[in-house]
């Protein structure tokens, strides 16, 4: 088998398809994620362990190749030309080979390519803060964030400084300077980058992904001292990622957090994709907006009332799950019964139609 060629098949049936997700392993025909749902490539056969071979040979550099053998799992990215990007993740599974390939477009969509509120493009205009987007895994923070710093890049003059595992959407550079460093290949691991950070000049980060409470630490402190901060987060609402980040740290810490957090926040954008009535996927979200009614609930550790500010917020722009739901229901964009089983609450929407 000519692996490179098979992989590059399977990688435009993805591209082509408007695929998300290409699923490798050993013992079955290769996978394609559509719209969220899952399709087998029939006409290539299950994969043998020495095809899986193959497959890492094409996808992984030497280095990473060593790591993954002796870990058992790696992540990593593979440049698939004009086709785009994938983001990949190696493992092993009841002792064989699989892997899952993400797909990362070339082209860098914006927010209304999107279908994300154009209040997002207030938070490309911040100069300081900390601003994050979460969600569960697959439903779109890194391209909303892609879709941010790219607005950055073309509006402003800044250092634009990516940390990333793997680095996922490449940018040209337009107004702004941008560097992206990607982990293992140009640094150690985030808090290393992060510590070095502040000798690079730099304006604005991404980071891929907070881990840990060193990292969320230097995040906090970078946002405090000038730097305008973006990251993620695996929580499901901005309430839950206050309360994550908090309970990171020993309760002895936990106050000089809160402190740090009320002050330097500036938002956080909650996401997910639901299913549309016509095919493909669409954005649901909430939005906290940082005022200074929600600085004083974090400051007290009172997170549990934030909720209740967003769904009186809209005044402010502040955007509730619920009435993002509810508005693609009434545009016949989604169902009802779609609406009931994404929302955080289902009785109150309820109430709500």
């Not at 064989?96 to 070339?106: A, D, F, G, Q, Y």
């Not at 997002?120 to 879709?147: D, I, S, W």
């Not at 106050?255 to 009535?277: C, D, E, H």
């Amino acid at each position: 088998m000519d692996y490179s060629k098979t992989l590059a098949e399977l990688m435009s049936v993805v591209v082509k398809e408007g695929g998300s997700d290409l699923h490798i392993s050993e013992g079955r025909q290769p996978v394609i994620r559509v719209a969220g749902v899952l399709t087998t490539i029939s006409r290539i056969p299950a994969l043998s362990n020495k095809d899986m071979f193959g497959v890492i040979d094409v996808l992984l550099t030497k280095v990473n190749r060593e790591i993954f053998l002796s870990t058992k799992e790696i992540d990593f990215s593979y440049d698939f030309g004009d086709g785009g990007r994938f983001r990949g993740n190696a493992f092993f599974q009841q002792g064989k080979m699989s892997m899952v390939l993400r797909l990362i477009p070339k082209k860098i969509r914006m927010f209304k390519e999107l279908n994300l509120p154009p209040i997002l493009e207030q938070f490309a205009k911040k100069e300081q803060g900390f601003f994050l987007v979460v969600g569960p895994v697959g439903q779109g923070k890194t391209t909303t964030l892609a879709a941010i710093l790219e607005t950055i890049n073309q509006d402003r003059a800044e250092h634009i400084l990516t940390i990333e595992d793997p680095i996922e959407y490449v940018y040209e550079p337009k107004m702004s300077i941008i560097d992206q460093r990607e982990i293992r290949m140009d640094t150690a691991d985030f808090a290393t980058a992060m510590r070095s950070m502040f000798r690079e000049d730099i304006n604005v980060v991404l980071i891929g992904e907070m881990r840990g409470p060193e990292t969320i630490a230097t995040a906090v402190t970078a946002a405090e001292t000038g730097h305008y901060v973006l990251s993620t987060l695996h929580t499901n609402t901005a309430s839950q990622t206050i309360d994550r980040i908090i309970d990171s740290f020993p309760p002895g810490q936990q106050g000089q957090i809160r402190s740090q957090l009320a002050g330097s926040l500036t938002g956080i954008f909650s996401q997910r994709l639901v299913p549309m009535i016509s095919g493909g996927l669409i954005p649901v979200y909430e939005l906290l907006i940082n005022n200074s009614a929600v600085s004083n609930l974090i400051r007290e550790g009172r997170i549990h009332e934030i909720n209740s500010v967003i769904e009186t917020g809209m005044a402010e722009g502040m955007i509730d799950m619920n009435r993002s739901l509810i508005e693609l229901v009434r545009d016949g964009k989604i169902t009802f019964e779609t609406a009931m089983r994404y929302s955080p609450t289902p009785k109150i929407l309820e109430k709500m139609m």
